[in-house]
């Protein structure tokens, strides 16, 4: 059982690049979530799925994107990549019965 | 709005001491709250979590919290500290809503030999 599953863990893009992160889980769950971490930060939402075809805007959603057209995938969109989404991304899915969140291991990004 | 408040940033005991970690929340309606733990590079482990009922609840590594509604309070607390607890620790609180946490912005501890 795999969990939650993202990558990539580590990636340098330029200003004004562009890239997808991706995110997948394996236990069923409808409910899905970015999040993003900044240094001495908690975790702040980016955006979430409730459900295939479903998404929402979260706390912090300037500059990115989401899609969710299966139940097990939920890729994260960075256009024209800028110094402040320099963080560590975490993707989630939640156990809707337990509200239990189960955490991918994150991928850290730097923009130069 | 929901929001968690750590009033703590960085704490330091020594191995063997007790540990109790501060966590306040504003939320509008009976609360479900949370404890998680993140170990450098890595994602966020659920401690333990209150919805309802007992309001001293047991978790996983001897950890346990306690939730006082009179003080919108939901500490963490360990009677004995390990070296390998040290860590961040993270308190949340869900809107059940869609499940959205808002977490706070974490305490990390230190674990002196």
């Known amino acids: 059982n795999a969990g939650v599953t993202q990558t990539p863990k580590f990636r340098i893009l330029k200003i004004g690049q562009s890239m997808t992160l991706q995110c997948t889980q394996d236990?069923?769950?409808?409910?899905m979530y970015w999040y993003r971490q900044d240094p001495g930060m908690g975790l702040k939402l980016i955006y979430y799925s409730v459900g295939a075809g479903i998404t929402d805007k979260g706390e912090v959603p300037n500059g990115y994107n989401v899609s969710r057209s299966t139940t097990e995938d939920f890729p994260l969109r960075l256009e024209l990549a800028a110094p402040s989404q320099t963080s560590v991304y975490f993707c989630a899915s939640l156990d809707a019965a337990n509200y239990g969140y189960t955490f991918g291991s994150g991928t850290r990004l730097t923009v130069v | 709005a929901q929001s968690v408040t750590q009033p703590d940033i960085h704490i330091t005991v020594s191995e063997g001491a007790s540990l109790e970690l501060r966590c306040n929340y504003s939320y509008g309606a009976t609360p479900y709250l949370f404890w998680y733990v993140q170990s450098p590079g890595q994602g966020l482990q659920l401690l333990l979590k209150y919805f309802s009922g007992d309001t001293l609840v047991q978790g996983i590594k001897g950890f346990e919290a306690e939730f006082k509604r009179s003080q919108s309070s939901f500490n963490l607390r360990k009677p004995s500290v390990h070296w390998s607890d040290a860590a961040e620790y993270f308190c949340?609180?869900?809107?059940?809503?869609?499940?959205?946490?808002?977490f706070g912005d974490g305490t990390t501890l230190t674990v002196k030999p």
């Open positions: 236990m069923n769950h409808n409910y």
């Open positions: 949340a609180v869900i809107n059940t809503n869609a499940g959205k946490s808002t």
